[in-house]
Nanobody, 115 residues
Framework: QVQLVESGGGLVQPGGSLRLSCVVSTNIFSIYIMGWYRQAPGKQRELVAQITSSYDTNYTDSVKGRFTISRNNAKNTLYLQMNSLKPEDTAVYYC?????????WGQGTQVTVSS
């Protein structure tokens, strides 16, 4: 069974930075489309950023220019570098791996942006 384990969340002041990591227990990490999603209290889960097996990326408009998604296939790890954080970025961030019918989620990591 594939497991996704996120880390790197925490409390940061507005304007600060965090880097999230997601380690995936699989030997075929490179073929997955990987994504970061987030869910704020009272809101639906939304896609933040996605990276394909060929390293194509896309971002939701609100994080463009501030967040960078990347992957290290040798380490089975997905990253999200978050800069210039805003209070509205506060949410639980989830790692996702998908390919065809396969769709798996991590347990989430809390990111809180507050002074």
């Amino acid at each position: 069974q594939v497991q996704l384990v996120e880390s790197g969340g925490g409390l940061v002041q507005p304007g600060g930075s965090l880097r999230l990591s997601c380690v995936v227990s699989t030997n075929i990490f490179s073929i997955y489309i990987m994504g970061w999603y987030r869910q704020a209290p009272g809101k639906q889960r939304e896609l933040v950023a996605q990276i394909t097996s060929s390293y194509d990326t896309n971002y939701t408009d609100s994080v463009k220019g501030r967040f960078t998604i990347s992957r290290n296939n040798a380490k089975n790890t997905l990253y999200l570098q978050m800069n210039s954080l805003k209070p509205e970025d506060t949410a639980v961030y989830y790692c996702n791996a998908k390919r065809r019918q396969f769709d798996s989620w991590g347990q989430g990591t809390q990111v809180t942006v507050s002074s």
